[in-house]
């Protein structure tokens, strides 16, 4: 039981490149998650899938896309990167749709240069 | 918008004292929850406590939770050196805000002192 899981662990981008962060969970949970986490600031919600097949805008949206590709997995994209966006990436699953308990991944540290 | 601010935002005391950390957050809410993350790593859950609980226990953790203050306080009692870490505390928005997922505070930085 692994939980949940994100590649890549590390990575280095130049600006205008794009990637996708892939996160994957066994627990069989409706709902997914990516956080980022920037020095002093906590973390803040990017984006959020309820369940397969819906996704909703979190707190800081802009310039992410997400797919949430069946049950299991849930991919953050970044489509032009910015050095605003470098960060450590989070991703979370839980059961309940709003307010339960989170299981956070091992997080994704990106550097955009 | 961050919803909860920890206090302190750093912490240092002596292998088994006892650490007290404190939350404050913004609008109503449905429960509070308490993260802990080692450095270099994922958040790891706590406890919860609902908004029509005032005081948890988990093991040498005690969560109080004030509603009419909008408050809460983390106590780990006995401290361990492995308990060094952040301690975030996190909230559910009751209306929804338009948006699910948590609210995180900065979190409060906790070393423990052999």
């Known amino acids: 039981n692994a939980g949940v899981t994100q590649t890549p662990k590390f990575q280095v981008l130049k600006t205008g490149q794009s990637m996708t962060l892939q996160c994957a969970q066994d627990m069989n949970h409706n709902s997914m998650y990516w956080y980022r986490q920037d020095p002093g600031m906590g973390l803040r919600l990017i984006y959020y899938?309820?369940?397969?097949?819906?996704?909703d805008k979190g707190e800081v949206p802009n310039g992410y896309n997400v797919s949430r590709l069946n049950k299991r997995e849930f991919s953050l994209r970044l489509e032009s990167a910015a050095p605003s966006q470098t960060s450590v990436y989070f991703c979370?699953?839980?059961?309940?749709?709003?307010?339960?308990?989170?299981?956070f991944g091992p997080g994704t540290r990106l550097t955009v240069t | 918008s961050q919803q909860g601010e920890e206090d302190p935002q750093a912490l240092s005391i002596q292998e088994g004292e006892n650490a007290t950390m404190n939350c404050s957050y913004k609008?109503?809410?449905?429960?509070l929850q308490w993260y802990r993350q080692n450095s270099g790593r994922g958040l790891v859950h706590l406890i919860l406590i609902r908004s029509n609980e005032r005081e948890k226990h988990s093991g040498r953790l005690r969560v109080t939770l004030d509603t009419s203050k909008k408050s809460s306080s983390l106590l780990i009692t006995a401290s361990r050196a492995a308990d060094t870490a952040s301690y975030f505390c996190a909230t559910d928005l009751l209306s929804g805000g338009g948006a699910d997922g948590l609210t995180f505070g900065k979190g409060t930085h906790l070393i423990i002192q052999p």
């Open positions: 979370a699953s839980s059961e309940a749709r709003a307010g339960g308990e989170q299981y």
């Open positions: 609008t109503s809410i449905n429960n």
């Open positions: 899938s309820a369940s397969e097949g819906t996704t």
